[in-house]
């Protein structure tokens, strides 16, 4: 059996792999690389925490059987490997690779679900440099699919998160070419997209937007 | 633009990373990492090239816009960071995870795709011992989110592919917990599952099953 905290979160410590012990003690070096791995993404130290924010609000979806939905593992090049005897592999070298997808995908009642959670300390809009070409290409691939597409953006200075789906934000994208704008304006987002306040448990529910979109787009997407 | 070889791989190499320079000068390093993951999961060396084949089969659906299919990377610990400057952080320290997933997952006009690719080189049955609990539990819960899964069955020593729905995979699973049989039959299957034979491009036509899987199964995934 498997305790929970009241918000949902596991009991077991998730980022202690029970496989690598030896990797279990040394957790502020771990630390240090995904500080790294946020600086590089600019998100600062808060993109860590709505990270851990939405892997836990997938957890709890998938302990409760709502949705299976994983975060992508970062996909890393390796050059050079260790193989002590009687111990695990050690990889001695190795680089982050840019990802050619989103980090998030998964299924919820038959729809496949695919989106990406950015976050900006900005108030009054959201910047477009937070989205890559090859997501946005990504998302134009798995929309002609009938996939589910969408982005949660985090505005962390105001404390508030919108599902925008991504036919939206590809539209203003688009328009951000020709136009030079540099960032989706919070009134756009505040319109167009939903708003998903935060809970206890899930912490980013998610699923009540992806629901209340459904609705929105009835029709659009039976006979699948 | 893209060019492809006949048999739909792309031009550029797949492989060497274009973002990681040094990286690409030290490919047989890197080829020895690989050759351990495939030792680690008692594939051989076919064993990565079934994992090639498919990747470049999920190029060619993804480059004609027919479906948005993709491996997950290989989730990896990591322990330990150096940040050079002028150059890209190098990972010193890291470790091989147990995924918790399958290896594939994606979208395909409207329907989930989640699948794992196996191979044996048995000739008269696949040995269950290829399939793991985590993995077995990842299905189950896919296909109660009514998602398509799937196993990709590649006999090395008979050059045959087969296509197997988890449900029925799962079904002889479970019989197998009880009866201790350690292998499914060929014969079975043959009659449950779809053959898939082999072409030029894509190299594993795999959607061609899913097809027939789907059109077997008309009306039990309508209403999505």
Same mark, same amino acid.
């Given at each position: 059996m498997v305790f929970n905290y009241p918000d949902g979160r596991s009991y077991l410590n998730p980022t202690v792999s029970k496989n690598t012990h030896s990797v279990a003690k040394k957790q502020p070096s771990q630390t240090a690389a995904e500080k790294k791995t946020v600086a &590089?993404?600019?998100?600062?130290?808060?993109?860590?925490?709505?990270?851990e924010a939405i892997n836990e609000s997938n957890r709890y979806y998938l302990d409760r059987r709502l949705a299976v939905v994983h975060k992508k593992p970062t996909p890393i090049q390796i050059v050079n490997v260790d193989y002590p &005897?009687? /111990?695990a592999a050690v990889i001695k070298e190795a680089y982050f690779k840019e990802a050619s997808t989103t980090?998030?995908?998964g299924v919820y009642k038959g729809f496949?679900?695919?989106?990406e959670a950015k976050e900006t300390k900005n108030k009054a809009s959201f910047p477009f440099k937070n989205f890559h070409d090859h997501q946005i290409r990504h998302m134009e691939a798995c929309l002609d699919q009938r996939g589910i597409c969408?982005? +949660?953006l985090w505005f962390s200075s105001l404390e508030r998160c919108f599902f +925008?789906? /991504?036919?939206?934000l590809i539209h203003y994208w688009q328009q951000q070419k020709n136009s030079g704008k540099k960032s989706l304006p919070l009134a756009v987002i505040e319109k167009e997209?939903?708003?998903i306040p935060r809970k206890i448990a899930p912490r980013i529910p998610y699923l009540d937007a992806v629901d209340r979109y459904l &609705? /929105? &787009?009835?029709?659009?997407?039976?006979g699948q």
């Amino acid at each position: 059996m498997v305790f929970n905290y009241p918000d949902g979160r596991s009991y077991l410590n998730p980022t202690v792999s029970k496989n690598t012990h030896s990797v279990a003690k040394k957790q502020p070096s771990q630390t240090a690389a995904e500080k790294k791995t946020v600086a &590089k993404n600019s998100f600062g130290n808060r993109g860590m925490r709505l990270e851990e924010a939405i892997n836990e609000s997938n957890r709890y979806y998938l302990d409760r059987r709502l949705a299976v939905v994983h975060k992508k593992p970062t996909p890393i090049q390796i050059v050079n490997v260790d193989y002590p &005897k009687r /111990s695990a592999a050690v990889i001695k070298e190795a680089y982050f690779k840019e990802a050619s997808t989103t980090d998030y995908n998964g299924v919820y009642k038959g729809f496949y679900l695919d989106f990406e959670a950015k976050e900006t300390k900005n108030k009054a809009s959201f910047p477009f440099k937070n989205f890559h070409d090859h997501q946005i290409r990504h998302m134009e691939a798995c929309l002609d699919q009938r996939g589910i597409c969408f982005v +949660l953006l985090w505005f962390s200075s105001l404390e508030r998160c919108f599902f +925008l789906d /991504s036919r939206t934000l590809i539209h203003y994208w688009q328009q951000q070419k020709n136009s030079g704008k540099k960032s989706l304006p919070l009134a756009v987002i505040e319109k167009e997209g939903i708003e998903i306040p935060r809970k206890i448990a899930p912490r980013i529910p998610y699923l009540d937007a992806v629901d209340r979109y459904l &609705k /929105s &787009k009835e029709g659009l997407f039976d006979g699948q």
